[in-house]
């Protein structure tokens, strides 16, 4: 089983849509959620963190249910520049320095 | 805004030759990281590198795979005799234990012929 799973998609939308993906984990001890951002051949860039209580920064909401081993991402009202890949991560290990567990990502195509 | 730098952001390579791929973390950063994604697949974890030591490294860092910090702000990945299946994105990571974010470099693409 991988350790992150995701659904590759692509999902196409069009602008204004609301969009959802998943993300299933299976280390029950992974200690840190986040969704990590990346365009086409560049960096990953970490778009949120995801908290247990949930949380909202602007039109990105993020859940995460620890005993479903599930993440969420809810993005509202999606823009061209939304396009990207959207990575479900993970933290393994003590702190906020272990390594991440990324999954394959979700492809996001937002059309006019 | 601090950034991690890499270089080269191209560097071609004949079947066994060595190369080093090179990084300069945020300076305050203390921990660091090397990623590498194959086109098309995830990003996968290679190693992180603490207090001059790997702190813990995955199975695809084999022996042909090392890393050091010469300096005080170079951090280096050395793959000693390139195969193929190493053609891929290096991307080097760094962070400072008060923040929760990974910052990542602008990678390195290694492509092995």
């Known amino acids: 089983r991988k350790e992150v799973e995701q659904d590759p998609g692509p999902f196409n939308v069009p602008e204004g849509a609301t969009v959802a993906f998943n993300c299933t984990y299976s280390n029950s001890a992974s200690q840190s959620f986040f969704w990590y951002r990346q365009d086409c051949r560049k960096e990953p860039k970490l778009l949120m963190s995801?908290?247990?209580s949930g949380n909202e920064d602007g039109r990105f909401t993020a859940q995460l249910n620890r005993a479903s081993q599930y993440i969420s991402l809810l993005i509202r009202d999606s823009k061209l520049s939304d396009s990207a890949t959207y990575l479900c991560?993970?933290?393994?290990?003590?702190?906020?320095?272990?390594?991440?567990?990324f999954g394959q990502g979700t492809t996001l195509q937002v059309k006019p | 805004e601090p950034e991690v730098t890499q270089t080269p952001s191209h560097q071609v390579t004949q079947m066994g030759q060595e190369v080093i791929l090179r990084c300069v973390p945020i300076?305050?950063?203390?921990?660091f990281y090397w990623y590498r994604q194959i086109l098309g697949q995830k990003v996968e974890f290679l190693v992180s590198?603490?207090?001059?030591?790997?702190?813990?490294k995955s199975e695809i860092f084999d022996d042909q795979f090392s890393v050091e910090r010469p300096d005080g702000s170079n951090f280096t990945l050395k793959i000693r005799s390139t195969k193929l299946e190493d053609s891929a994105m290096y991307f080097c990571a760094s962070i400072t234990p008060s923040s929760y974010e990974q910052y990542f470099g602008p990678g390195t693409r290694l492509t092995v012929t």
């Open positions: 995801v908290y247990s």
């Open positions: 300076s305050n950063h203390l921990y």
């Open positions: 991560v993970v933290a393994h290990g003590s702190g906020n320095t272990g390594k991440l567990i």
């Open positions: 590198f603490y207090n001059n030591e790997i702190s813990e």
